[in-house]
C-alpha cells in the first residue's frame, strides 16, 4: 500500500511539474491581396505556352517557407471553356498553375471574399473553389451549393487551433445564381459568422476581412464599425485587405482584462502590376500566439517583413524583400537585381518600417518587432499619412 502511494504522489509530482512554465507558441503569416495583371500573366507564360509564376515570388519563398501561411486570392480559375480567355484587370482569369506556386510558397489558406471573385460569373468562382480543392488549397469565403454560408474553418499550427472566418464589403459583379454565396460584411452575417467560429472551440479566432477605401491610408468608418462588432463577438485578430496600399496596425488592450487584440487594416498588394508608390510597397505579417498551461491562449508579438513589387522589365514582376538588415539580405537571393535597385529597395523597406510603427533592428529572419507583449510601447501613437 506504501509503495502504491509513493508511487502515485511520484506520478502526480511529475504530471504537475509538465504543466508548470509548459507553454505552446504558435506563429501565423499573413500576406496581402495575390493578383494576377495581364503583365504578370505574360511574363509566367513559357515558350511551350503553359504558365509558372514561381520566379515572381523567388525572393521572398526563405521567408515563407515551413510557416502558416494565409493570403488574398484576388483572381479566379475559370478555366478557358466556353471561349473564355485568361486576363488581368478588370476581369481576372488565371491559369489554374498559380496554385502550383502557391503550394510551393506553403501557403495554407486562401481567402476568397473579395470584390472579384465574381469576375467570371458564378461558374468562375465555383470553379476556383474545386481547383484549389485539386491542389489541396484551404480556402474560405464562399458558400458553394447547399452550403449558403462556408464562413468558419479551424486549422491548427503547432497546438493552437484557429477559427477564420472571411468576409467583403461586396463584389464588382453579383452573377443571378442561387449556386455560390458570398460572405459580406454586416453586422447579422458577421455575428453569425463568429457565433459558429466559437461554436468550434478554439483557441483564437481570426477574422480576414475584404473593406475600406482603395489607396487610402487610414481606415473607414465601416471598418472601424465591422471592427468593433467583430472584436465584441470574440475575434482576436483581423487582417484587412482590398485598398491596395498599407493602412496601419492598431494594438487594442481591454481595460476588463488587460488582454490584447490586433488589426491590420490593410496589407496591401502581396504581388501586382499596380506600378506607383506606395501600392508596389506591402509587408508580410507574423501574429504569434502563446497557449499557457492552463490552456489560455494570448497574442504575444506582431512583426513583419518589409516587402516590394520590382519589376525590373517590362514584363516580370519580382516580390522582393525591402528590409534595411544586411545581414539577412545576404542570406536571400538577389541574383540579378543591380545595386541601385537593392538601395532602392532598402530604402522603401524603412518608409515601410516607420509607417507601420518600427525603425528598429531585424530581430530575426526577415522581420522586425512592431509589438511584443514584454515591450508593449514598441508601437508609436503617431505615424506618416504615407509609406512613401
Known amino acids: 500500500m506504501r509503495k502504491f502511494l509513493l508511487c502515485l504522489l511520484l506520478l502526480m509530482f511529475s504530471t504537475d511539474s509538465n504543466k508548470t512554465g509548459a507553454e505552446t507558441r504558435a506563429r501565423f503569416l499573413f500576406i496581402g491581396d495575390i493578383m494576377a495583371h495581364q503583365q504578370q500573366l505574360d511574363a509566367a507564360r513559357n515558350k511551350s505556352g503553359s504558365f509558372d ?5 523567388k525572393r521572398v519563398k526563405p521567408l515563407l517557407e515551413n510557416e502558416f501561411l494565409v493570403g488574398n486570392l484576388e483572381t479566379v480559375f475559370a478555366g478557358t471553356a466556353k471561349k473564355l480567355n485568361y486576363s488581368g484587370y478588370p476581369m481576372f482569369n488565371t491559369p489554374d498553375s498559380l ?19 465574381f469576375d467570371r460569373g458564378a461558374a468562375g468562382a465555383r470553379r476556383t473553389t474545386e481547383v484549389l480543392d485539386s491542389a489541396d488549397l484551404k480556402w474560405i469565403g464562399l458558400g458553394v451549393g447547399d452550403v449558403v454560408s462556408n464562413d468558419s474553418i479551424m486549422l491548427e499550427n503547432n497546438g493552437i487551433k484557429a477559427a477564420f472566418i472571411n468576409h467583403s464589403y ?5 452573377p443571378k445564381s442561387n449556386d455560390v454565396h458570398l460572405n459580406v460584411i454586416n453586422e447579422a452575417d458577421l455575428t453569425q459568422s463568429l457565433t459558429r467560429a466559437r461554436a468550434l472551440s478554439p483557441d483564437i479566432i481570426i477574422a480576414c476581412f475584404h473593406w475600406g477605401n482603395e489607396y487610402q491610408f487610414s481606415p473607414s468608418i465601416h471598418q472601424k464599425n465591422a471592427a468593433d462588432i467583430t472584436f465584441n463577438n470574440g475575434a482576436d485578430l483581423i487582417i484587412g485587405t482590398h485598398p491596395h496600399v498599407l493602412q496601419p496596425i492598431e494594438i487594442r488592450v481591454s481595460s476588463e482584462d488587460n488582454s490584447v487584440k490586433a488589426i491590420a487594416w490593410s496589407l496591401g498588394n502581396f504581388v501586382s502590376f499596380q ?3 506606395p501600392r508596389e510597397r506591402t509587408c508580410i505579417l507574423a ?14 508579438k506582431i512583426s513583419i517583413a518589409p516587402l516590394y513589387v520590382i519589376a525590373p522589365g517590362s514584363k516580370r514582376t519580382w ?9 539577412t539580405i545576404g542570406k536571400l537571393d538577389f541574383e540579378g537585381v543591380s545595386k541601385t535597385q537593392l538601395r532602392s529597395t532598402q ?5 515601410v518600417l516607420d509607417f507601420l510603427g518600427t525603425g528598429s533592428e ?11 507583449e514584454t515591450s508593449p510601447d514598441v508601437l508609436p501613437k503617431s505615424r506618416r499619412k504615407s509609406p512613401r
Not at 504569434?288 to 498551461?293: G, S, T, Y
Not at 530604402?347 to 518608409?351: H, N
Open 170 to 174: 461586396g463584389s464588382n459583379l453579383w
Open 275 to 277: 506600378r506607383t508608390l
Open 347 to 351: 530604402t522603401i523597406g524603412q518608409a
Open 319 to 327: 516580390v522582393t524583400y525591402a528590409g534595411t538588415d544586411e545581414n
Open 362 to 372: 531585424a530581430d530575426e529572419y526577415g522581420f522586425y518587432t512592431v509589438w511584443d
Open 287 to 300: 501574429a504569434e500566439f502563446v497557449k499557457d498551461d492552463e490552456g489560455v491562449t494570448r497574442l504575444a
Open 53 to 57: 509564376f514561381s520566379p515572381q515570388f
Open 99 to 117: 496554385t502550383y506556386s502557391l503550394k510551393d510558397l506553403d501557403v495554407d489558406l486562401l481567402t476568397l471574399a473579395n470584390n472579384h471573385i
